[in-house]
């Protein structure tokens, strides 16, 4: 049986080797709750929330 990891250890290596690339959500936040995502003309807001989960909005 395998327990839960928490929101702060890092996920378990299972992605398949398919060539996409990976960012580390963490590493993108840099310390913050928020941070920003360009794409294009366009600005996204990344979200941490409490419970460890991700939020992304326009």
Known sequence: ?????????????????????VFDAREMLAGNATARIRLDDQTYILR???????????
Do not use: V
Request: net charge neutral.
């Open 1 to 21: 049986m395998t327990t839960p990891s928490t929101p702060h250890e890092p996920a378990s290596n299972s992605l398949p080797d398919d060539g996409l690339p």
């Open 48 to 58: 941490l929330t409490r419970q460890g989960k991700l939020i992304l909005t326009k």
